[in-house]
């Protein structure tokens, strides 16, 4: 009768209830009978006062709340009631889970700051560094979480430009904004800066703790030579 095609965040109740109707072979509604609400595995419980039966509603409607289960996506629900034997009267209720609020930031497995076989990160000074910094963002259950801002930033107390630029919009900075993914992913082309040496840059989301990315920028080719006036003295007699 009603409750299709809702949508709420994983782990919580829709709200709407679900509710259907039974009637007799003269369609005439039925009342006192017991129905059944049953989501598929993993796709959360029903509850209705008291019981994992629909409430009765009196006027041959049965009604319960479904709270979804904690993986984001379609879930779907049975309505039945028992006809005896191997027959029952079935009805399908089909949900939407959305993944939660950001809980977690963190790197993905194949990033060289966690993936020992992973070569680390170096580039000439003033170049794109590769792999570029990459991060997936996830709710409480591990689920993705789509257009989460991530903010990266040449970390504070180093020098910039000395320590590279940040650009994800065709525009060098020292911090850039970047809304996760479908998956959760978020990136940013990072350019070392021109000293030599090493290179950080962080990842946020709101108060989370950040991840850091580091990586070693080397000299580039020799471009001029610098003579420096000699300090000896001149010889005797010169």
């Known amino acids: 009768v009603s409750g299709d095609l809702q949508s709420t965040t994983v782990g919580t109740a829709l709200a ?20 059944v609400f049953t989501p598929s595995s993993f796709n959360g ?3 209705a006062t008291g019981s994992v039966a629909g409430t009765d509603n009196g006027d041959g409607t049965y009604s319960a709340t479904w709270t979804l289960g ?50 680390p990160r170096s580039a000439t000074v003033n170049t794109v560094v590769s792999p570029r910094p990459e991060v997936v963002v996830t709710d409480t259950y591990g689920n993705p979480v789509p257009n ?3 903010t990266f930033a040449v970390v504070s107390g180093l020098s910039y430009p000395g320590q590279g630029s940040l650009d994800d919009a065709g525009t060098p900075a020292s911090t850039v ?13 990072w350019t070392l800066g021109t000293t ?6 962080s990842a946020t989301v709101g108060s989370l703790t950040a991840r850091t990315f580091n990586a070693q920028g080397s000299a580039g080719s020799l471009d001029h030579w610098l003579v420096t006036p000699s300090t000896r003295a001149p010889a005797a007699g010169a």
């Not at 709407?16 to 129905?35: E, H, I, P």
């Not at 904004?177 to 082309?189: I, K, N, P, R």
């Open 16 to 35: 709407n209830a679900l509710t259907v109707r039974l009637f007799d072979q003269y369609n005439n509604t039925v009342a006192g009978k017991t129905v």
């Open 45 to 47: 419980n029903a509850t």
């Open 70 to 119: 904690t993986g984001a996506g379609p879930q779907l629900l049975t309505a039945s009631y028992d006809l005896g034997g191997l027959n029952e009267l079935t009805a399908a209720f089909t949900a939407t889970a959305t993944a939660g609020a950001p809980a977690f930031i963190d790197y993905l497995i194949t990033d060289p700051e966690v993936d020992n076989t992973a070569s």
């Open 148 to 150: 989460a801002d991530v």
């Open 177 to 189: 904004t970047v809304s996760t993914d479908a998956a959760g992913q978020a990136h940013a082309l």
């Open 196 to 201: 030599a040496g090493a290179n950080q840059v």
